[in-house]
């Protein structure tokens, strides 16, 4: 007959085993916060300290009744003595257009949940672990469908802790550019769909980001869909140069409307030096960058090596990180 810790880590075991990652749990009042009650930050937990009349450590309950499950898959297969907690966040609505910001990778602070509800998101700075006991008999309310979705759901996780911490002068020099992109994302004009269109950001450094002063490349990704591969083909650059004449909305309408994989690929290369334009003069009168070019490519065309080597922008930090 098993003891009750072993009969409790077999009941564990069993009620979370058919869990998945992203899993939408109903579990009201198991997000919890670790607070000194000497000195709350917040009204919650200043009422929890007047509440307990302490100077010590307090636990300050969250006000959700939903939250998301964040361990992987693979780990709830086997609950044991070593491995018998989960993190789990909690499920807030913040509105359909910052639902979108989310899943797009504009706010990595938090990531979206589609399969539960469009306007859902889960905030990843309030990460709580629990015994797995906790969410036995938990009713599941909603799960990632299809396998593009638990891969976006773990993704946008794992960036939450991988963002890079870039130089200050780096940040200083790609301000305007980030600040473009939040300003005009969202917006009913071509080059606003262009903004929502690039699925990630990235920035490369030679030699490197620590260098006294590196050259940057901005790296603006997109789906394939969205920039098909040219192959070999050469741009024309004086095609380029013209819609860089023309102006930001001249080449975000063409980058729109252009079928040709090439005058897709020019269009958007003018656009992205027009955006770009703003930090190209900043880095002129910054001592600690180089110079900054911008290049344009489609997930296909971004290798593993490179991908490694050019950390992600923040665009939440770099767009409204105070002066």
Not at 21 to 27: H, I
Not at 39 to 64: K, M, N, R, T, Y
Not at 239 to 262: K, Y
Request: hydrophobic share 45%; net charge negative; glycine share 6%.
């Amino acid at each position: 007959m098993p003891s009750g810790r072993e009969e409790a880590l077999q009941r564990a075991g069993a009620g979370v085993i058919g869990f998945i990652q992203g899993e939408v749990l109903a579990l009201p009042d198991v997000c919890v916060v670790v607070a000194d009650a000497a000195w709350p930050l917040d009204d919650a937990s200043a009422e929890v300290a007047a509440e307990e009349g302490d100077d010590g450590l307090i636990l300050v309950p969250e006000a959700v009744d939903v939250i998301v499950l964040l361990t992987q898959t693979c780990d709830l297969q086997e609950t044991t003595p070593e491995q018998r907690n989960c993190q789990v966040a909690p499920v807030v609505e913040r509105g359909e257009a910052f639902a979108r910001e989310v899943l797009r990778g504009r706010r990595p602070g938090w990531v979206a949940l589609p399969w539960y509800r469009r306007a859902a998101v889960a905030e990843l700075a309030r990460i709580t672990t629990l015994e797995r006991s906790v969410l036995v008999g938990a009713r599941s309310i909603a799960r990632p469908d299809t396998p593009r979705e638990r891969l976006h759901f773990a993704e946008s996780v794992s960036r939450h802790f991988t963002r890079a911490a870039l130089p200050d002068p780096v940040v200083e020099v790609l301000r305007p550019l980030l600040e473009r992109m939040r300003d005009r994302s969202g917006r009913a004009s071509d080059e606003g769909q262009c903004i929502e269109q690039i699925a990630t950001i990235r920035v490369e450094a030679v030699p490197d980001l620590d260098a006294p002063a590196p050259h940057l490349t901005v790296l603006l990704v997109l789906d394939v869909e969205d920039l098909p591969s040219i192959g070999r083909a050469e741009l024309h650059h004086d095609g380029i140069d013209d819609l860089v004449s023309r102006g930001r909305s001249a080449a975000a309408t063409a980058a729109q409307r252009a079928t040709d994989p090439i005058a897709k690929r020019e269009a958007w290369m003018a656009l992205a030096e027009l955006w770009l334009q703003p930090a190209v003069e900043l880095a002129e009168t910054t001592p600690d960058v180089d110079s900054i070019d911008v290049l344009v490519l489609n997930g296909d065309e971004l290798s593993f090596a490179r991908a490694r080597n050019a950390p992600e922008l923040d665009l939440a930090y770099l767009s409204t990180r105070p002066s």
